[in-house]
């Protein structure tokens, strides 16, 4: 059998350490083992589903540290099926809207159960107040990110896009108007991107300098949360991991953006520059 290619779609500039180190090997190590047994992504991301389930079981006793580490471990084993069914629908060319569906589902699903099981563990107000904020403030850091690391990505490719026509629905338009608050000042950017005559140079230069920002908002990835969560229940506090997603991870998500923005708008200026004074030769004399 031959084996697969290798896998370019993460820059390992901006991936996880454990993703580097842990998940996404074991991720190749087992690939060929699923394809050869015609495993599809979609059974791959229901099996992590089971997985982040039992994780979700294990923390139900927190309090005791067996339960906490076995918690840790199928959390790790979710990570690596979450991996593991992107690349076999890229290997075997099996992409899917539906995987897309169950993928975002697994991933949600997972964080879900065991944010329920803590607060049931707990069992006050206060509990499920902290978790249910946690939560929504999950799905916010966890959409920007994505969205930041999928632009990332796209644009060390030199792939620049355009934005969006207005909607003519009102209701559309409110809605894209509040949540593409952020990406309007991203697609500046894009613009100086698509024009430029040195449009690689550009490339590779705003890879270069939006590194950091993006090793900073590496920390809002669900690596970071089922560590933590172990973490805080290994601590005697499960409640610990709902303060870091609301106020630590909220702090990075805000600079991390602003850092990313302050990166576009400096190398969109000096792409620009040129442009917008010309200096003819007469000038120079």
Known sequence: MTPPLPDRSRDRRIEDPTNLWIIHPAGRALL???????????AVSVCGLVLGAGAALAYANWALWPFALLGLLLSVG?????????????ATGTASPLGRF????????????IYIVLALSIGTVEGWVLAVSAGLLHAVQSSFYESERARFH????????????????????????VAGIIDRFAYRFDAALS????????ADAYG?????????????????????????CLAGNPRLFWWFEIVP?????ILGL????????????????PLSNPESPTQRT
């Open 154 to 177: 796209r644009r060390c490719r030199g792939v620049a896009v355009a934005a969006p026509v207005p909607s003519g629905n009102p209701l559309v338009l409110l809605y894209d108007g």
């Open 258 to 273: 602003a850092w990313h923005r302050a990166v576009e708008a400096r190398l969109t200026g000096a792409a620009s520059a």
């Open 102 to 113: 169950l993928d975002g589902l697994c991933d949600h699903g997972v964080f879900a159960m």
């Open 249 to 253: 991870l909220t702090l990075v998500l």
């Open 32 to 42: 060929p083992w699923f394809i050869a047994r015609g495993v599809s992504a979609n």
């Open 208 to 232: 270069s300098q939006a590194t950091q920002p993006m090793r900073l908002m590496r920390l809002l990835s669900a690596n970071t949360r089922v560590v933590a969560i172990f973490l805080a």
């Open 195 to 202: 024009r430029s005559p040195s449009s690689a140079a550009l």
């Open 78 to 90: 979710w990570l690596i099926a979450d991996g593991l069914d992107g690349m076999i629908a890229r």
